[in-house]
């Protein structure tokens, strides 16, 4: 595996990773251009730190004219005159969106009704509530609530982990994401079984037989003559070798 | 219906046959309806401990194959009222217990009896799976040293993924740790787990504490199960553990080494 990692890198000068990065929106209600700059140097001047090099997309899906006219260019000065750079609109008419892309601004699809944007500025309950039963799409999470026993393995299958209770020796825990034990642990943990090396173990107490997280293991001979034994740990890969962190 | 009851450890020679005739005798005598049944066929033993060997006609298996009824089967215990024993067969072997002979015979038991306790051959295979599937509650008997205490574990393990109540998806069966041959001195001088190493690996609720005694072998050599002899250290203990089993709270003896001093020996005597 460390060799197909090198190999790839010896090849290509970057490489593509989704992540998330959180992006402030500037929901405009209406665009006078002089008001407009007034309000925004108050809120630049409150929160300085704020603003600043943070992307910013502007939202036009709360303008209280939807086909109000815009331009674009002379809101980027003002923008720009307060240290505040926009990336992108957000919804908007075909004109707005035009427009933008002339300024050389990102236009974003707008917000599905209920994904957790305002409708306004006022709150308005009436549409937060059906927002609520729409679930996160948070990764399964399989909790195991009585002890563990020598000869009993649970696989949490693209999932975490979770044990409120011992975990003997000759117990097996797997799974695919993090493993949580805060009971003692005696028995084996194999987090990251697929081969996720962001992966962790987490436990009150480690008297484990064996750790390891996306393949790369310690043997309880290892862990005893460390001073982590008995302890409160996490265990992670870095730099393929698993290194333990008291908590 | 009966309580069902399993004696059970994985580990062979820890005292399950004498801790099931030491606790269906203590059941019998403070009153309760008691059946106990060998399950160990094959390797027959209950019937030597309870004193009955030469009066087994028809066994546990007899009457899973309906050879014979369980009137018939049945030995009434010579030194107790309320007390029956149902030999295992000597020359039979374990898959002649089938799941639903088995549950057949518990079932007619079941009405006749307030208490019925199985006695689980070691290990973890048909016999000892049998022993404990229809199981209400278990007792786990073990020793204080390494290997019988993961043996327990194990068997822990099945008792609450392979029997019926788990099948059933119904309240667990309950689990009781006894822990018998407990010898204070060793445990002081660390030769020994003590019973808080034994409980914090095991982590469920302690029946009891028997200690190492001369008495308990005397007693399985005549086949007089130990809990008559109510002199004995053992004896009290077996007493203990089955009022602790019928919902009294009775404070654990046998754990402390006893002082050297006179007269804590002469106040040991009498508590």
Redesign the interface.
């Known amino acids: 595996m460390t060799q197909a990692q090198n190999s790839a890198s010896d090849q290509s000068t970057f490489r593509v990773r989704a992540t998330f990065a959180p992006l402030t929106h500037l929901e405009l209600t209406n665009f006078e251009p002089g008001r407009f700059e007034r309000e925004l140097e108050e809120k630049a001047q409150q929160a300085p730190m704020f603003f600043r090099e943070s992307p910013l997309v502007l939202s036009l899906e709360r303008l209280a004219d939807p086909d109000l006219e815009i331009d674009f260019a002379q809101l980027l000065d003002i923008c720009q005159r307060q240290g505040i750079k926009p990336i992108a609109i957000r919804g908007g008419n075909l004109v707005h969106q035009t427009a933008a892309r002339g300024v050389g601004l990102l236009v974003l699809p707008a917000n599905k009704p209920h994904s957790g944007a305002e409708p306004a500025l006022e709150p308005a309950p009436k549409v937060e509530a059906p927002a609520a039963p729409e679930p996160a799409p948070a990764r399964l999470t399989k909790l195991i609530d009585?002890?563990?026993?020598?000869?009993?393995q649970i696989y949490a299958a693209g999932a975490d982990l979770i044990v409120t209770?011992?975990v003997?020796?000759?117990?097996e825990l797997l799974a695919d994401g993090h493993i949580h034990v805060y009971?003692?642990l005696?028995g084996r943990a194999l987090a990251g079984v697929l081969g996720n090396t962001e992966a962790r173990i987490f436990c009150r107490s480690l008297e484990a037989e064996l750790v390891s997280i996306a393949g790369q293991y310690k043997i309880s001979e290892d862990l005893q003559n460390g001073s982590e034994w008995r302890k409160s740990v996490q265990i992670m890969l870095r730099e393929d070798r698993l290194v333990l962190e008291p908590i | 219906m009966a309580r069902i009851i399993t004696v059970t450890s994985g580990k062979g020679g820890v005292g399950k046959t004498t801790t099931s005739a030491s606790i269906a005798t203590g059941l019998a005598l403070r009153g309760h309806k008691t059946a106990v049944i060998d399950f160990d066929v094959g390797l027959r033993n209950l019937d030597l401990i309870m004193n009955c060997e030469r009066r087994v006609v028809y066994d546990f298996v007899n009457v899973i194959n309906q050879e014979a009824n369980l009137t018939q089967a049945l030995i009434k215990d010579k030194h107790c009222d309320n007390l029956w024993i149902l030999p295992a067969s000597q020359t039979r072997d374990k898959d002649a217990l089938t799941k639903e002979g088995v549950e057949r015979v518990l079932n007619e038991l079941s009405e006749r009896v307030d208490y019925i306790i199985c006695d689980s051959p070691a290990g973890i295979e048909h016999g000892a799976f049998m022993a404990m599937y229809f199981a209400d509650e278990a007792i786990v008997v073990t020793n204080p040293e390494v290997s019988s205490v993961r043996d327990s574990d194990r068997i822990l393990g099945i008792l609450q993924s392979k029997s019926r109540r788990s099948e059933l998806e119904q309240e667990p069966i309950k689990e009781h740790l006894l822990l018998t041959r407990y010898n204070p001195e060793r445990v002081a001088k660390g030769e020994m787990l003590g019973v808080q190493d034994v409980q914090e690996i095991l982590s469920i609720e302690l029946l009891g504490v028997i200690p190492e005694s001369k008495a308990v072998l005397t007693a399985s050599n005549q086949g007089i199960p130990v809990i008559h002899d109510d002199k004995s250290d053992a004896g009290q203990a077996y007493a203990d553990a089955v009022a602790r089993l019928l919902g009294e709270t009775v404070e654990q003896r046998f754990i402390e080494a006893p002082k050297k001093g006179f007269l804590k020996r002469m106040f040991r005597g009498n508590t």
């Open positions: 009585h002890p563990v026993r020598s000869g009993q209770a011992p003997s020796a000759g117990a009971g003692p005696r």
